[in-house]
């Protein structure tokens, strides 16, 4: 076969750094991250409980949702981690990819670029699985970023890419299986050091130049970028004085008790919640009431966090009324669930339903105070939601409605 000249050249690629073991170990380390990834990916869409009333953004029974259970209100931090996991992990992940493209970049002049039909199906596996990994960090960065320069739904988008991803991983881990295994049992013979041996996938150069940088020069590059990448982000779910470092992490970091989003931003302004706002409570015998005779009622404080799907989290202490009291004020019986309304006009945050766990847990506050003083008005006040290990979208603010029932 007549190749192109330049790259399509088995002898143009020439770093001794290059083959099958580097490119197994960079495939390695990248496969546990993005296991990590997708699966606290996967819980934190079944912590939105989608099966529930409102909850669904990514449509109910249409649509393609396996993975979906009820997500547990023990332990409080449980959300936090899980989204600080998905987020940190990543983002760290981005320099390994990187390195990792960067071995295998001959692989991509490959010539012929097809040879057989099961070559075919590898190739356009490798479409997917990068074309996917590009959208899932891009559609991810801008969603923390609140910036949505598209037309499609940021949630539905990234779970139906985050599809494509997996499956594609799971293709791309199944052909390269044999290669990696071989490259491992071969380690030995090559521990006398660069560059290792020609391979049938032209991954080792042919014609190496001289090392500029070792084969663990490469792991150190590698590892501290992903380092700090995470340096700079953690802070935001870790706290402390990561947090005023956490300069990718455009909520989280800085501030200690970050606002999403603020009264004006939804549009809710002083007059909404006034002397003439009222909780109403919906059940067997309705309720109305003042912000005064909420405070008459038994208050509770705890410690709970409130942790966003960007990754960012907080822990206040919060006081107010437990849910499950109000039910019981109401007359609801045990077991209901709780739709909880937010005098917000618009938008699709003003609502979440409530599993029956959550509305039972002691710790689920309908919170009139933190940190020992009123709501600040951005923060929800009058009164908002408070749930542990719930995502902090599901912690809603300006509540104005509180609905029990049955399924
Ligand atoms: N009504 C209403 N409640 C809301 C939101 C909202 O936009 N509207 N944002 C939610 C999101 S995404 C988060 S992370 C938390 C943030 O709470 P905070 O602003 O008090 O930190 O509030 C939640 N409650
Ligand atoms: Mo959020």
């Known amino acids: 076969v007549r ?71 023990q332990p409080a931090w449980l959300y936090a981690l899980n989204q600080g996991l998905h987020v940190i992990v990543g983002l760290a992940a981005v320099p390994l990819l990187l390195f990792k493209l960067w071995s ?9 670029p097809v040879r057989s039909p099961a070559m075919a199906v590898e190739r356009l596996a490798l479409l997917a699985l990068v074309g996917s990994a590009f959208f899932q960090l891009a559609t991810g960065v801008v969603n923390v970023e609140l910036w949505y320069p598209f037309h499609f739904d940021f949630v539905v988008a990234h779970y ?7 499956s594609a991983l799971v293709v791309h881990v199944a052909v390269k299986l044999p290669v990696v295994v071989r490259a491992y049992r071969d380690r030995g013979e090559l521990r006398g050091g660069l560059p290792e041996p020609p391979d049938p996938d032209g991954l080792a150069p042919i014609a190496p130049d001289p090392p500029t940088l070792s084969r663990r020069g490469l792991f150190a590059l590698a590892g501290g970028a992903m380092l700090s990448v995470a340096a700079v982000t953690a ?17 989280g970091g800085g501030t200690r008790f970050p606002v999403n989003k603020t009264a004006a931003a939804v549009r809710v ?11 109403e409570l919906r059940g067997p015998r309705p309720a109305s009431l003042a912000r005064d005779a909420l405070l ?32 019981r004020l109401c007359g609801a019986s045990t077991g209901a669930l709780c ?59 300006w509540v104005s409605r509180l609905t029990f029932a049955a399924t």
């Open 104 to 112: 295998v970049i001959p692989r991509l002049f490959a010539w012929p």
């Open 160 to 166: 139906y890419g985050a599809w494509i991803f997996v």
């Open 339 to 397: 739709l909880v309304e937010s005098l917000q006009p618009k938008g699709r945050f003003r609502q979440v339903t409530l599993s029956a766990g959550q509305v039972a847990d002691e710790r689920t506050l309908l919170a009139l105070r933190v940190n020992g003083a009123d709501l600040p008005l951005d923060h929800g006040y009058p009164a908002r939601m408070i749930i542990p290990a719930a995502p902090g979208v599901h912690c809603t603010k």
């Open 269 to 279: 302004t002083q007059d909404m919640v006034g002397d003439a706002w009222r909780l």
């Open 3 to 73: 190749r192109p000249p330049g790259p399509f050249a088995p002898a143009w690629w020439r770093s001794p750094l290059r083959g099958p073991w580097l490119t197994s170990v960079l495939g390695s380390l990248l496969l546990v991250a993005m296991v990590i990834v997708a699966v606290t990916g996967f819980a934190s869409h079944a912590a939105y409980e989608p099966e529930l009333g409102h909850n669904a953004i990514v449509a109910r029974g249409r649509d393609f949702q396996p993975l979906v259970f009820d997500w547990p209100t």
């Open 296 to 327: 008459a009622l038994p208050l509770h404080t705890e410690d709970l966090p409130i942790a966003c799907v960007e990754g960012w989290s907080t822990t206040q202490r919060w006081t107010g009324v437990r849910l499950a009291d109000l039910g």
């Open 235 to 251: 802070g935001q779910s870790i706290g402390g004085r990561l947090r005023r470092i956490a300069v990718l992490a455009p909520r």
